[in-house]
């Protein structure tokens, strides 16, 4: 080998390592969301919020559960339940230092803006076959159901394919959710 070529060989064994080195160094260890302070569940309009934050209150465990639309009731638009809703979370946080916390929300803007981590927020839908048998024969106004499915067309389509998560049934998610959060039941 002349010197010409094994100085092209060092230089692209020093541009691997360097390549390697920075991806090790941005690789971000996964948080375990039983640890973790501020997360959040999105779910659109009418999707099983208010039934989902019943049934994991049954459950003991540090993990404060908030659906943000029954927390927050007199704002006059988005805005105002944004800055309400920031206001409400950041006493939550100061006042129960030791605790948990699981936001219950609608949309991605309102996840970020109340503070949680991307990698803390997690958008949940129920597969159509449960969306139109439980939650669509439900709602007797057709305007309300028009705006609900609205609701979730519209969340499925702002979010990645890989951001996605979609259940078949309540019980699979309980379970998915007792699991992750390492909820326990009361006896």
């Known amino acids: 080998m002349d010197g010409q070529s094994g100085l092209l060989l060092a230089g692209g064994l020093a541009s691997l390592a360097v390549q390697g080195s920075v991806g090790c160094i941005n690789r971000r260890r996964k948080k375990k969301l039983y640890k973790t302070r501020l997360s959040s569940l999105i779910l659109s309009k009418g999707t099983g919020k208010t039934r989902l934050k019943n049934h994991l209150n049954a459950l003991s465990s540090d993990l404060i559960i908030v659906d943000m639309n029954e927390a927050i009731h007199d704002y006059t638009d988005e805005l ?108």
């Open 80 to 187: 105002d339940f944004m800055k309400k809703g920031k206001f409400y979370v950041d006493d939550l946080i100061k006042q129960f230092k030791k605790k948990k916390f699981l936001l219950l929300l609608e949309n991605k803007e309102q996840s970020e803006y109340f503070g949680v981590e991307a990698d803390n927020s997690f958008v949940i839908t129920p597969c159509t076959k449960l969306f139109k048998n439980l939650i669509l024969d439900n709602i007797e106004d057709e305007d309300d159901k028009a705006s609900v499915e609205r609701g979730r067309l519209s969340l499925i389509k702002d979010t990645d394919r890989d951001r996605l998560n979609v259940f078949e049934s309540f019980e699979e998610l309980y379970v998915l959710l007792k699991r992750l959060y390492q909820l326990q039941s009361i006896f």
